[in-house]
């Protein structure tokens, strides 16, 4: 039986999705059934549960040999905040799957992240990497870049599409790298089926690195629509998160990831390593937006 902690979200249902395919038992974790009805419908055991609530960790672990750990909550507030969740909670799934005898615990980290990030998402993720490794637990850990879907599309090019037009934080010079939620659920369902993959710290990314300004250019372009880019100045974004931060601290914590300099920290990637050691066809930027365009 694998454990999907994170199951409603863009990369847990995939990697259900396909486990499912495979034959595999998957049991959903979710707070609120009604959101894995799809993967109910072909095969999941779903139960409800919290990471902030360690006596439904303790319950979904049970009879559990293997755990994917897919959820965050960078832009949480109040009883979801980062520090609950992404922190907490999962030290908390770690210490249930240990207690219920997993054998092996796969988790969804950060592209960059270390102790010293000048983000404090990326330092608590690399905190929880370290939990992990302490733990005795088998595990593999996997740092993906910026989902395709998240942040090329819901944060750019789908307002294009959709109003003719986007807005960017900041000046959007800043090379980074984005990579297709399929191809990360690719390398979870491997980590969590493939031996080779054990006790492995693995970075994913897809192929190219571009700034936010050339992904709106290209949606544009492939659309064949005109280019309408404004922005909001970094000062205002600097003014916005010091608003922000004392009711909305997640939403705040990405407004200071946006203000600050374009070298602040590395967002680019280069998968021929990844590549070298686990081959597999990457889905490149153009042909995500293609598939968008043409109402994928």
């Known amino acids: 039986m694998i454990l999907i902690v994170g199951a409603s979200g863009l990369l847990g249902r995939e990697a259900a999705k396909t486990l499912l395919a495979q034959g595999e038992q998957v049991r959903a974790f979710t707070r609120t059934h009604a959101n894995v009805d799809d993967l109910k419908k072909t ?9 902030i609530d360690p006596p439904s960790l303790r319950r979904a672990c049970q009879g559990v040999d293997r755990v994917l ?26 210490d249930a799957a240990k207690a219920e005898g997993v054998s092996h615990f796969v988790y969804m980290s950060i592209l960059g992240a270390s102790a010293n990030h000048p983000v404090d998402f990326w330092r608590t993720k690399y905190g929880i990497e370290e939990y992990l490794k302490a733990s005795g637990l088998s595990y593999t850990i996997l740092r993906p870049s910026a989902f395709m879907e998240t942040h090329a599309h819901a944060l750019n090019g789908k307002p294009l599409l959709e ?80 608003i922000l931060q004392p009711f909305k601290p997640g939403v705040s914590r990405v407004m200071y990831m946006n203000s600050l300099p374009d070298d602040a920290f590395n967002e680019e990637f280069d998968p021929t390593s990844l590549l070298a050691q686990f081959p597999t066809r990457l ?14």
């Open 43 to 51: 095969g999941a055991e779903v139960m409800q549960g919290d990471l």
């Open 69 to 94: 750990a897919a959820a965050h909550s960078i832009v949480g507030d109040g009883r979801y905040s980062s520090e609950a969740v992404d922190d907490a909670g999962h030290r908390a799934l770690i």
């Open 163 to 242: 109003s003719g037009k986007t807005t960017l934080l900041g000046k959007g010079t800043k090379p980074r790298n984005f990579v297709a939620v399929r191809d990360v659920a690719h390398y979870a369902v491997l980590a969590l089926t493939d031996p080779k993959m054990k006790n492995l710290t693995l970075e994913i990314g897809g192929l190219g690195n571009f700034t936010n300004k050339q992904v709106a250019v290209m949606y544009a372009r492939i659309a064949n629509i005109p280019l309408k880019v404004s922005h909001v100045p970094t000062p205002m974004v600097k003014m916005l998160r010091l």
């Open 283 to 296: 889905t490149t930027l153009e042909a995500f937006i293609h598939e968008r365009v043409d109402g994928g």
